[in-house]
């Protein structure tokens, strides 16, 4: 799933691609990507891009007329700029946008079409899609370990619930822990003032990190290679791999659609995390489901 680095970018180049284009059409390709009917989104064509923005890991289209397209990649959806006009891949695509220099295409790999649009008018329902989570970079350390606290979960759920944090998912959930080295399934109320304070650095340090070497990879152009596993990341996607501070063997821990790499040297005084004492840990505390986690109520 695209995180707060991956959309960032996004953003970056969308803002210097379509802001101040017209919205010439929209060709819509499935019939299960777009998940409203008032507004038409036949009232978004003809219309100027005022700008973009992010609520989460929601990309924020706003449109004149106080119309906003807000766009859920969830796991696999990914943006493509084309040439104007180009055709979309009918096996894996889910929408074309044509603008007067150009085609924004959204696509998504595999069977599950779990990615979203929906077209809604006025601030007040745009509002509606904040989860409420905090964003880690512009918040203070109180603020976090408030944020932390407030409720008891394990780190890996803690950093990726949306009505905790904002923009932290699988990914670079991992990268954090690593870097913080925290176990994943350390409880949020068991954490030191010491600890949490490492946590609050490691999350800014990561995801400020991370954005900028997808920054300097995509350059001027628009981003081609958004992907959850890296080959510069520390430990997500790396199981059995090495870690890069002390060597140990990377390891993995399974639960439902879930996946957590950790280093046990770095991360768990060197004890391995089995998946049955995880499972057992997070039941009623971890959704089985990634839709399940994305939409929980405030």
Sequence with gaps: MPEYPDITIYIERLNEFITGQTVERIRLLSPFFLRTVEPPITQVEGLKVKGLQRIGKRIIFRLANELYLVLHLMVAGRLHWNEKGAAVNRKIGLAAVDFPHGTLTITEAGTKKRASLHVVRGEEYLAEFDRGGLNVLVATLGEFSERLRGENHTLKRALTDPRLFDGIGNAYSDEILHHARLSPVKLSQKLSD?????????????????????????????????TAFRADMAVHGKYGQSCPVCG???????????????????????????????????????????????????
């Design 194 to 226: 010491a600890e949490i304070a490492r946590l609050y650095d490691s999350c800014r340090s990561q995801l400020q990190e991370w954005t900028e070497r997808l920054r300097r990879e995509t350059g001027s152009g628009f981003p081609k290679k958004v």
């Design 248 to 298: 140990t063997a990377v390891q993995r821990i399974r639960y439902a659609d879930n996946e957590t790499n950790y280093c046990p040297r770095c991360q768990t005084d060197g004890k391995l995390l089995s998946d049955r004492s995880l499972a057992r840990l997070l039941k009623g505390d971890w959704p089985k489901t990634i839709e399940e986690l994305e939409n929980r109520p405030k």
